[in-house]
């Protein structure tokens, strides 16, 4: 049978499986192997290793060195293996303890193209990929340049051709290839014919090969061509494009240096090359890592279980809340929410995503363009904007373009150039915030106002409706309050808390603020909901639909800096004195909290002595946030490993060590899993996402992760590079991941395991990340406790083998004890 290449094919399948990072800007966890999401987890990993050649587990050294320290349990072991592999228990545990494995072969993708190494003794990635990565870095770029690249109204390959034929020099060296490219008809396919031969059966692993060795830049490139909007400046990029340069410049080079004494690679095929999609024969090393992996996850999820199941004295708050707060589920208010209920015993705290169920791009005052602030999947169809006086943004006079020209740029160097470098030394000794800083309050003055009322203007613009009509407030105030069950009893203030961070010297920034709102601080949804909510208009749609909220109740926005550990009030609702009185107690509970936040964090940070009182601790934390020689600002997400889908009671009175994403849910006012369905259906890929990328990050730092910060460059303000030539890195780096365990994401929902079951299966692509087991589910009886894990399409029944969990009394003192990740603890609450 013969074979036809289908380039159109090929590509389509190259772009699944290349990095699908967005820029800078819209730093959005994803599942890293999101390519490989419809194979079962451990055949997707193996598929992953074999065919491109990354790393997917702890090295067996680590695994076995975790089991010496304890932390992986003996019990779950024998457990794991007896579930796996039956009667051969014995035989694979002594593997797992004692087996010897030789190095694994070298990845399927690389392996055609490293013919050019191995015949002609010549690196074409060397010769190729910095003129390839100059000039796509040139006309990605978004605004860091000097020189702008001089034509970016045409698409990237005619662009090329436009500056290649005005120019006096050329990219090119020899003749030939100029030629090719500045012939509109010349094809892929053509140069594939010189390049590998007359054989089209090899034209697809040749296009892998190429493309993975700059992972990074093409995945960008298809990023940028499926979602043109990724880009404040946008433009017009193919991979087709990226691909047919790229192969004129290693037709090029290979001219260049060989002249005519080369011949296609189909003539070096001497032994067969195993094909990329070639079956793959599962490994026993793989199969021991992956013994491996689930008896590492299940020590861990076997002693949450246990504290979900473990009985706990329960403080019986009043029925009058003194107030109420809604953060995003993010697992660093994990710990935050606990010492707020820890102070105040009567306050009571919710937990969901933290765009708060409103949609909407967004535009500051005096802003160009309109930012997202929801689900990266979202469209929306709103706008919300800011209003107020446009003040002037304060600048650092060094920081300017004018120190770009030759005359002007020679001045500022005279002049300002003095003070700066002043400035810089100061600045490493004192730190402070400035012009330059990152900040999450800069997203939205807190004097301002914002325009969410649609019958005030009756407008649109571009296609967006300035605000939300009066029902379609309704229905959102009405989404957010059932699905997190807060129906009634409600507080005399109830504080919406978006959360942002603040940062400087970070290119990664976007990855610190809030995913549900792609990527940026949450401070505007926290104040729209609250403003809906408190419209009387709303209320009476909402008293009518069973849900009564009294007068004397108010919601109030805030926002919660996670790297500085303060808290901003948007609180020009509150006008009474008896209010305001109410507001200042809370706001010293809110205080109070954050110190023992910060001093909880610190026990991280090597800088920090987290002996120290928790006042002192935190203004080392707000001074070490602007630190411009600081790395690691804070950790984000690192270490988390759980995602809580129930009422608060659920994980209430257990130390979880920040590890868990908490979204509430009361299952009485979703008895058919309607709500449920909503949050499942977010909480996979967006908890799961934010799970895997970490997890893939750690075990690959490499290929699948951004290695070490330190040495990056921005590239074009959308992506980082090793040095100037390098390829743009995927994931994140080393300083965000260090400290975190890769396991997987243990999903636990409070509801009965019938109504899951149904709920998960309403939807292919939710139920796509538990099937194939990428997240873990366990389903807890409401009334029973019982557990109930999901695998192979049902639930059965799950015992905890863990007998006992110690019980703590001072949380201070056991964060002061070590660096490392802490087993499950009950506190003790009498």
Not at 10 to 19: A, D, G, Q, T
Not at 92 to 99: D, S
Not at 372 to 387: F, N
Not at 772 to 793: R, S
Request: proline share 5%; with cysteine; aromatic share 10%.
């Amino acid at each position: 049978m013969q074979h036809k290449f289908d380039l159109h094919q090929v590509i389509h399948e190259l772009k699944h499986f290349l990095p699908a990072q967005a820029p800078l800007m819209d730093f959005v966890h994803h599942n890293t192997l999101h390519a490989f999401q419809k194979l079962p987890f451990h055949e997707a990993l193996e598929t992953a290793h074999v065919k491109l050649g990354y790393q997917v587990y702890f090295p067996l050294e680590t695994f076995r060195a975790l089991h010496q320290n304890g932390r992986i349990s003996d019990e779950i072991i024998d457990r794991t293996i007896a579930q796996k592999k039956g009667k051969e228990q014995e035989i694979w545990k002594g593997k797992l303890l004692h087996g010897q494995y030789k190095a694994v072969d070298h990845a399927r993708v690389g392996a055609m193209r490293g013919l050019w190494k191995k015949q002609y003794n010549i690196d074409l990635d060397s010769l190729v990929h910095p003129t390839l990565f100059r000039l796509l870095g040139s006309y990605l770029d978004q605004g860091i340049s000097i020189w702008n690249f001089p034509i970016d109204d045409l698409s990237f390959l005619d662009a090329i051709r436009k500056l290649e034929s005005n120019s006096w020099i050329s990219i090119f060296k020899m003749k030939t290839s100029r030629a090719l490219l500045l012939n509109e008809n010349t094809r892929i396919q053509d140069i594939l014919v010189l390049l590998v031969g007359k054989n089209d059966a090899f034209y697809e692993q040749y296009l892998y090969d190429q493309q993975f060795a700059h992972q990074g830049w093409s995945g960008m490139v298809s990023t940028v061509e499926d979602l043109p909007q990724t880009l404040l400046d946008k433009r017009q990029i193919k991979l087709e494009e990226l691909i047919l340069l790229e192969l004129l410049l290693e037709l090029d080079a290979l001219d260049h240096k060989l002249g005519s004494e080369w011949k296609p690679l189909d003539q070096h095929l001497t032994e067969a090359i195993p094909g990329l999609h070639d079956p793959i024969i599962r490994s026993e090393q793989m199969e021991v890592l992956s013994l491996w992996q689930e008896a590492f996850e299940w020590t861990y999820y076997d002693q949450v279980l246990k504290g979900i199941q473990a009985e706990r004295i329960e403080y019986i708050a009043p029925h009058q809340k003194s107030f109420q707060s809604l953060f995003c589920i993010d697992d660093r208010e994990c710990s935050f929410r606990r010492y707020l209920e820890n102070i105040d015993p009567s306050c009571s705290t919710f937990g969901t995503p933290g765009f708060f169920n409103v949609e909407f791009f967004y535009q500051p005052v005096g802003g160009k363009f309109y930012t997202k602030l929801c689900p990266a999947p979202v469209t929306p169809k709103y706008l919300i904007k800011e209003i107020g006086e446009d003040k002037k943004r304060p600048t650092d006079l060094h920081f300017s373009k004018h120190n770009h020209n030759f005359y002007s740029g020679w001045l500022f160097s005279q002049t300002l150039g003095f003070w700066s470098a002043v400035k810089l030394f100061i600045n490493l000794f004192k730190p402070s915030m400035s012009p330059a800083t990152a900040s999450s309050l800069r997203h939205m003055d807190k004097f301002s106002g914002l325009q969410v009322d649609f019958d005030a203007l009756h407008a649109e613009e571009n296609g967006l409706q300035l605000g939300f009509k009066i029902d379609k407030m309704a229905n959102r105030v009405e989404a957010q309050l059932r699905s997190i069950g807060l129906v009634d009893n409600f507080a005399p203030i109830i504080y919406v808390v978006g959360h942002g961070a603040s940062s400087v010297n970070n290119p990664h920034y976007a990855a610190y603020d809030c995913g549900a709102c792609s990527g940026r601080a949450g401070s505007v949804n926290a104040r729209v909901i609250s403003q809906m909510a408190n419209k009387p208009e709303v209320r009476r749609i909402l008293a009518e639909r069973g849900i009564h909220i009294p007068e004397t109740s108010i919601f109030v926005g805030a926002l919660h800096d996670t790297t500085r550990d303060e808290v901003v009030f948007y609180d020009d609702q509150i006008s009474s004195p008896e209010y305001k009185s109410m507001h200042a107690k809370h706001e010293e509970v809110f205080r109070k909290a954050l110190d023992l936040n910060a001093k909880e964090r610190s026990r991280r940070f090597e800088s920090i002595n987290s002996k120290e009182s928790p006042a002192s601790i935190h203004e080392k934390i707000r001074t070490r946030s602007v630190s411009i020689f600081e790395p690691r600002p804070e950790l984000n997400h690192a270490t988390n490993a759980l995602a809580i889908v129930g009422r608060r009671e659920l994980s209430k009175g257990l130390f979880l060590d920040r590890r868990s994403f908490l979204n509430s849910f009361d299952y009485r006012v979703d008895p058919a899993g309607d709500y449920l369905f909503g949050i499942l259906k977010a909480a996979a890929p967006v908890c799961g996402g934010i799970n895997l990328e970490y997890y893939f990050s750690r075990v690959d730092g490499e290929k699948l992760g951004a290695g070490t910060k330190l040495p990056h460059n921005v590239m074009g303000l959308f992506g980082v590079a090793n040095g100037i030539d390098g390829d743009l890195r995927p994931g994140l780096p080393a300083q965000m991941t260090e400290v975190h365990d890769p396991v997987r994401l243990l999903l636990i929902v409070e509801h009965f395991p019938e109504v899951v079951l149904k709920t998960i299966q309403r939807a292919p692509e939710t139920y796509e990340w538990f099937i194939n087991d990428w997240v873990k589910l366990v389903a807890v009886h409401p009334e029973t406790k019982a557990l109930f894990v999901f695998g192979g399409g049902e639930f059965t029944p799950y015992e905890p083998l863990v007998k006992n969990l110690e019980v703590i009394k001072d949380v201070e003192s056991v964060i002061e004890s070590h660096q490392e990740n802490f087993p499950v603890y009950l506190l003790n609450q009498d």
